[in-house]
């Protein structure tokens, strides 16, 4: 099957306030799973050479992005980036996205001296180099940077349970690095935004693992910033939060982001009813359950049974619950757009 | 006696350590599960009570709570802390077998694997619910495993993944243990992983939830 001609035709589209528009308006079912590790089977390398070397990280994007009619790319996922730009010590595997050793930041002294890098430490240059290949090569369809969340940053310095523990015990103190982590994160969006790219996919698992309410106060409010900061009509950011609750919507949407996007662990319907409808919606086939662990057969239905879940709702973008992981078989994704284009052509 | 017992549940339900805490708000300058615990044990109340209508029993309606979303990961570590910190006091009664666990539990996170955070929050809930957990850390090695379980003699292990490479990594520690131990239990759990896979891999047991660690491990308790 020519996949690359099944999907919708959105294309050359002036700006992404348009496109958002015309996503909403297009009449079909769209997708847009969070996909370029699995780019390697068509490249050769390893994940070590995604994370470390832009070109690779590029050349899988565009692979995919000729292979696959996804309507929008999102570069990859690696949540250690923005840690390592901080100081903290990376673990590297050929086959694996990188983990973070040991905790950067033990207590508040800590914190109070810890500087905000630059633009541009570490890996964030092999990342923003990937960005501006994949803005001037790929100009059919937005492609979105991807970053973590302010929260999630925290956690990765302080250690995430500690980080937890801390929310409560000082609050002060979890403020002031979570503002730090922000800082960085302005900028560093900004910078994508300045490849050349059309928005900027924002991870923040931690949040998930909070209360609507402390989510607002300790993830959402300062995700709010880095959306004030670069969102506009040329430019828009898509928050992604795995927690298990529909009760984090209102909080996520406060952030503004003109993209929500759910992990596998909620129900889409519930989530859908408490979205803006003005906002784009992406959720959430299990990314390794299914995809990857499922047999095509499986991953089809599942795929058809949220469309038509959710087909009253012409803002829902189809998409993994979460990064689709290395080593998910080609016939696997094949069956994703396969469902969505069979779904489009009833 | 019954009075001082709920207020030591209290204090961890809610997450109480001591009276320095600032957490939570509300209970600022309060008691908490330290001084109460103290307090019980000066009093003469027996360790197994204060460990079963007390501690034990506030544990209890955080997992609980924790399943239905009504407290989430934050308030859990808070009562584990105050847990823990009340478990300090009587220490001496375990090591003069005055007062007995449910069991021991084994846990770890598979080789290759540095994340922790679910298996904490497995470990805490089950040592929380009277049983003996050896927590052997992050990037165990199957070797590793199968030592402990020796050792202590345990009937049940826990194996903790996030990665979707580190699943094969559980298959294999999964079925190694079984070989060399055939008796033993082995729970499953992490966010890649679900109960198709358990299946797969030849697992005992797998839980979203600690809540569900915690329910399969009491059943087999006499």
Known sequence: ?346 | MEALLEKIAYCVEFGKINKNAPYPPDMKGQEGADELTKQAIEQGIGANDILGKGLIKGMEKVGIKFRENKVFVPQVLMSAKAMSTAMEHLKPFFQSGDVKRKGIFIIGTVAGDLHDIGKNLVSMMIEGNGWEVVDLGTDVKTDKFIEMIKERSASFVGLSALLTTTMVNMEKTVREIKAQIPGINVLIGGAPVNDEFRTQIGADFYSPDPQGAVEYLNKYVT
């Not at chain 1, 923005?82 to 595997?93: K, L, R, T, V």
């Not at chain 1, 990188?98 to 914190?111: G, N, Q, T, V």
């Not at chain 1, 059919?140 to 990765?156: E, H, Q, T, W, Y």
């Not at chain 1, 662990?293 to 499986?298: A, V």
């Open chain 1, 1 to 346: 099957m020519e996949l690359r001609k099944a999907g919708l035709k959105i294309k050359n589209f002036d700006n992404i306030k348009n496109w958002i528009a015309s996503v909403i308006g297009a009449g079909l079912r769209s997708a847009m799973p969070v996909l370029t590790y699995p780019g390697l089977s068509f490249t050769g390398g390893k994940v070590r050479d995604i994370v470390t070397r832009s070109e690779v990280q590029y050349k899988c994007i565009k692979v995919l992005a000729e292979k696959y009619p996804a309507v929008a790319r999102v570069m990859a996922m690696d949540l250690s980036v923005e840690a390592e730009a901080f100081g903290a010590h990376i673990d590297f595997n050929d086959d694996e996205i990188p983990s973070i050793k040991e905790r950067l930041i033990h207590d508040s002294l800590m914190i109070n001296k810890l500087e905000v890098p630059g633009i541009g430490e570490a890996r964030t240059s092999e990342f923003l180099k990937a960005a501006k290949l994949a803005a001037e090569n790929i100009s059919d369809k937005p492609v979105f940077g991807c970053m973590i969340g302010p929260f999630s940053l925290a956690g990765r310095l302080f250690d995430i349970s500690e980080m937890m523990i801390l929310t409560l015990m000082d609050p002060e103190n979890s403020h002031i690095l979570i503002e730090k982590c922000t800082r960085f994160l302005k900028e560093y969006a900004l910078a994508f935004k300045k490849c050349g790219l059309e928005g900027i996919f924002i991870a923040e698992p931690a949040a998930g693992l909070l209360s609507a309410g402390m989510c607002g106060e300790f993830s959402s409010a300062f995700v709010r910033e880095i959306v004030d900061y670069v969102q506009d009509d040329g430019f828009m950011v898509v928050l992604h939060n795995c927690g298990n609750t529909g009760e984090l919507v209102e909080s996520m949407a406060l952030t503004g982001a003109k993209g929500l996007h759910f992990g596998n662990a909620v129900d889409m319907m519930e989530i859908l009813s408490k979205a803006p409808s003005d906002r784009l919606v992406f959720g959430n086939i299990d990314p390794v359950g299914i995809i990857k662990n499922s047999r095509p057969d499986r991953i089809k239905s599942e795929v058809k049974n949220l469309l038509k879940k959710t087909a009253g709702y012409s803002n829902f973008v189809l998409s993994s619950g979460c990064d689709i992981p290395y080593g998910t078989p080609e016939e696997n994704i094949d069956a994703f757009f396969e469902a969505l284009e069979e779904y489009n052509m009833k």
